[in-house]
């Protein structure tokens, strides 16, 4: 679903399973361990050890035959290769039910997100506070998101307003964008977009039901 | 994530390739298309034509040497193969603002779900009304479960909650569960576990800003 498969020579297909690596080893390292192996990752992860191997070795040689992975030393270095050793702000479009569900979620913390701005075309909405922030108008964006810098969005409006909603953040220099609305976004090849969409995830389990 | 790894033969990982598989299959077969290829489709999805190919051999010989896939025809074998030629029906729990969203949330149309209950634990939040639902005390699970023959479940509940429900989803014989809450659930290994985890999502994107 991304628009550049290979950006800096890495497939962005790699790039996309560096968080779930991260994830899995601050899952172990939560639960005390502090060295683990491809094969180990592999197992939890349903990949490959081999594919692990070969898509760490991208960004360097972080394991020793025999021993395997530090954990610790592991996760630092994708969070520097992820980006993540610094917090981003992000703007959530659409204050609905979504919008609020995203504010108050708690998975964002200490994981690289901060969300820092609401913004809804429904005057009735603006200026209400939602978990510390004031619902702006989406007519504001422009003002704010070049004095801010804003880099990252998350969309989270309503199927027939999720394009319209996609050009303005575009036009705002905004280039990572999480996609909530069920619809394929057109955005210029340099907008990394994100699709949020549990059908694919329920898809998966239907499989195995009976 | 998923506890196990290989059922029925084939990885849980290449099932999970699938309703990727099909979604691109939809979105070619809207814009008009009749007939793709493993390496259009690999181009697409940031996914090599091999994989593709080698991920559908396990199913069957879906398309020819050549003049490559129908897409129509692909879209009914994947749709019978994860048993999406039915719909299933759906229970929420939590119907807080998350709970409100998937309930109001599109995307679920004609994909295969139905969102048929919805409970909480919030007596106050008990008899309301949403999307045409009621909102029904997590008291009540067992006798619906039982009743209805509810199968697959989404938690929406804040995070210090999600495992309590979780073993009440499990005790129903509920065994394909979609969890949003940030927090890794311990369930036998008979039950099919998701996560809807958006930061992992937003960690694949920072690797590209700057």
Partial sequence: MKNDNV??????????RLPVYLR????LAESGKMNTSSHELGRRLGISSAQIRKDLSHFGEFGKQGTGYNISYLIDQLLQILKLDQEWPVA???AGFLGHALAHYQGFKHRGFVMRWVFDIDESK???EMDGMVVQHLSDLPLVAEREGIKMAIIAVPVNAAQNVADRLVACNINAILNYAPI????PPNVHIQYSDPVVQMQHMTYYLS
Same sequence: chains 1, 2.
Avoid: C, M
């Fill in 7 to 16: 950006v800096s020579g890495i497939p962005d297909i790699v790039i996309g």
């Fill in 92 to 94: 959530i479009v659409g």
């Fill in 126 to 128: 603006v200026g209400d």
């Fill in 24 to 27: 899995a080893l601050t899952h």
């Fill in 184 to 187: 394929n976004l057109s955005v």
